[in-house]
């Protein structure tokens, strides 16, 4: 039997009044979700372990079968593996948003929905005036940013400590941005306290330079949101994961496809080749076709599939009530139909898994550490009494609560039935 996990980011919400005290999971346009839910098994999932935060780098890997108390190092080491930079022992690799700030506040994590071109202009601009060497006899370069996908980037700092307290952007809309500067884990206050100093200075010279940019000055002319301040955060060194493949035996190959290079550097270390989809942006308006004709090609050739969406999360941080349930309702007809139609039609029985990685309820536009609904089906499953696929129907499902590696090891390592 051949594997696909298909996972919507940041999918699962909270009951809205708006919506008539429903979630939008129970509210959504989701017909296929629910005859998947109605024809196979459900329940729910703990994806964040204790002590970590609802993060999708933590969520993400712990879906996939790992122990985070093993692997975890960050989000940072991860994006770098999905970017290609090839971390050295001595490096520190955080992930480093470029965000908007206003009257002295974070408005969004995004920094006004930035492009990958125009950030790459950004990025070399802060290469040239914020990148500086370990020492000049060297000529080593003590700071690097590196270009990723439209906001998300790395920051590369030579023998940086990795025991700095970084804020996540997306986690503090609205909020003041000088009481969420980096400081020091409690124990290593001496010897984080350069990476902290440095970390500090970075941000707030970032904050003068962007908005003296041209890209920036031309948006500032037109009223538009500037992309005005680095935020570096999630840092760690290069982590040490097995394979899937040398995990799970029942898995030969498999295929990582998602637009964000969080969840492609996972897929890189866990063993999975990554395929890119044109088109593919992180926001509602990817390119949910080409993700699943891209899946439906890999199913031809691999044992094991990952399909990552990005957009609801955004939508969630966004506090876009209309844009999420817009982007469940793609995710299901014009990504998750054509997969499930197309399996119908294969010779050989493919096992279908839906979930989110956490929620991000639009309300509150902040990921949550709370189980999250999810479903397996292929064909010949027992079905359990659920008819629907949302938070509080898969409360009664047949799998109950599972708790992070647990998921994988029903769902690709034999205990579906």
């Known amino acids: 039997m051949k594997h696909i996990i298909i996972l919507g980011d940041g999918m699962a919400d909270h009951a809205v009044e708006r919506l008539g005290g429903k979630t939008l999971l129970q509210y959504a346009d989701k017909p296929m979700m629910d005859r998947l839910a109605r024809l196979g098994r459900t329940g729910r999932l703990v994806t964040v372990p204790e002590g970590f935060p609802p993060g999708s780098e933590v969520a993400n890997t712990a879906i996939l079968g790992y122990d985070l108390n093993k692997v975890y190092e960050g989000r940072g080491p991860l994006e ?18 470029i965000i908007t700030l206003e009257q002295g506040r974070i408005v969004t994590h995004n920094g006004g929905n930035l492009q990958t071109e125009d950030a790459r202009v950004l990025i070399d601009f802060l290469n040239e005036n914020l990148a500086r060497p370990v020492n000049e006899e060297a000529g080593k370069e ?9 906001y998300r980037h790395l920051l590369i700092i030579k023998g940086g400590s990795k025991h700095v307290v970084c804020n996540p952007p997306h986690d503090h809309p ?4 000088k009481p969420l500067l980096v400081t020091a884990e409690p124990g290593y206050e001496a010897e984080a306290a350069e990476t902290v100093e440095l970390l500090n200075r970075l941000i707030v010279k970032s904050q003068e330079l962007l908005p003296q940019h041209p890209y920036n000055k031309a948006k500032a002319e037109r009223g538009e949101r500037q992309a005005n301040s680095i935020w570096p955060w999630s840092g760690g060194y290069r982590p040490s994961m097995q394979t899937l493949m040398e995990q799970y035996p029942q898995i030969k190959s498999g295929a990582v496809i998602s637009a964000v290079d969080l969840i492609q550097g996972i897929g890189r270390y866990a063993g999975l080749r990554v395929i890119k989809v044109p088109g593919a942006t992180g926001l ?25 969406v990005e957009a609801t999360d955004e939508a969630g941080h966004d506090g876009d009530l209309d844009l999420k349930l817009k982007a469940i309702n793609y995710l299901d007809q014009r990504l998750i139909r054509p997969i499930v139609e197309a399996i119908e039609l294969m010779d ?5 898994a839906v979930l989110p990685d956490h929620p991000t309820p639009v309300e509150l536009r902040i ?33 109950g609560l599972l708790r992070l590696q647990q998921f994988m090891q029903v769902f690709v390592g034999g205990e579906a039935k």
Request: charged letters at 30%; hydrophobic letters at 40%; aromatic letters at 12%.
């Open 142 to 150: 003590k700071v690097r940013f590196i270009c990723g996908i439209q």
């Open 348 to 352: 050989e029985k493919v096992a279908v």
């Open 367 to 399: 990921h949550v550490s709370e189980p999250v609904p999810f479903l397996i089906w292929y064909e010949g499953i027992e079905p359990d009494e659920v008819k629907t696929y949302d938070e509080v129907a898969c409360v009664s499902g047949s799998y």
């Open 80 to 97: 770098a593996a999905s970017i290609g930079y090839d971390m050295a022992d001595d490096d520190l690799a955080l992930r480093c948003n």
């Open 284 to 308: 509602a308006d990817t390119n949910y076709e080409g993700k699943a004709q891209a899946a439906i090609d890999a199913l031809k050739t691999d044992d094991f599939v990952f399909v990552h």
């Open 174 to 177: 609205g909020e003041e941005w």
